[in-house]
């Protein structure tokens, strides 16, 4: 199962970075068979993420691509400057909290410098880097295996360091959230590990700019029953505010 999902990461990678790819050079890539290539684009147009064309697909133009942390940290960001503000002076002093990975979560730990006894885990090194040394936090990181793209860690160790702990708030940044996905992103680990940190958690939080709304990324974190509010700008739709409000989820534009 693991070769599987191993690959299929691979190829949706591909499939992003290039807009198209064929089976037979797939196949050829990843010493499988046509078949079981078929098979994994089969599974990505049921996803919604792909066109299928004949011989190979095509990436849909309304899925979220996967940029670097770099390239995130170039869009929206003064949107992700307010939201991190605005999610960090929720924090109080003396509670435990989860940043996962993500431009949105740095701009938050960028702003708990001053809070008192905090505890925090994080799976971004980048997170851990910034916060190293504050003597007011209590800093932990969940371990596992480095995704160089994101600086985040991911996998077994990671999960297990997260089944040890419970904390009072997750703040989720996401790469893509609708009605019918729920809160997705780009990779399967990663996916894995944000659905370990909700159910550690007795609140969860979204914090995203309106951009990531109604886009499906590939791997499924949670869906929107398990988050409590959502923290974004003011350019979400009123159509979108208003759905989400009667789920129960409070809305919170900066």
């Not at 995130?72 to 307010?82: A, F, G, L, P, V």
């Not at 940043?99 to 971004?124: F, P, Q, V, Y």
């Not at 090194?125 to 160089?148: F, K, S, Y």
């Not at 550690?200 to 409590?228: M, P």
């Amino acid at each position: 199962m693991k070769s599987t999902v191993d690959r299929r990461d691979k190829i949706l990678s591909k499939i992003q970075s290039r807009g198209a790819v064929r089976v037979d050079e797939l196949s050829e890539e990843f010493n499988v068979s046509a078949v079981t290539i078929r098979n994994d684009l089969d599974f990505f147009e049921d996803k919604g993420l792909i066109h299928r064309t004949y011989g190979g697909a095509l990436l849909r133009n309304n899925v979220y691509n996967n940029p670097s942390l770099e390239e995130k940290q170039t869009i929206n960001m003064e949107k992700k400057s307010r939201i991190g503000k605005y999610a960090a002076g929720l924090v109080k002093d003396g509670e435990s909290i989860i940043l996962d990975s993500g431009t949105t979560t740095r701009e938050i730990a960028l702003r708990l410098k001053n809070k008192e006894n905090i505890t925090l885990m994080t799976n971004a090194i980048n997170i851990a880097m910034e916060l190293a040394g504050i003597p007011t936090l209590h800093l932990m990181l969940t371990g596992g295996v480095l995704r160089d793209k994101s600086y985040s860690l991911v996998g077994p160790e990671a999960e297990r360091t997260m089944q040890n702990y419970y904390f009072d708030t997750f703040f989720l940044c996401v790469d893509g959230m609708d009605f019918e996905h729920g809160l997705t992103t780009s990779n399967p680990q990663e996916a894995q590990l944000n659905r370990l940190m909700v159910e550690r958690s007795n609140k969860v939080i979204a914090v995203t700019d309106s951009s990531k709304f109604g886009r499906q990324s590939f791997s499924h974190i949670c869906n929107l029953a398990s988050i409590e509010s959502v923290i974004t700008d003011d350019q979400i739709s009123r159509a979108c505010e208003k759905r989400l409000k009667k789920r129960d989820i409070d809305v919170i534009k900066v």
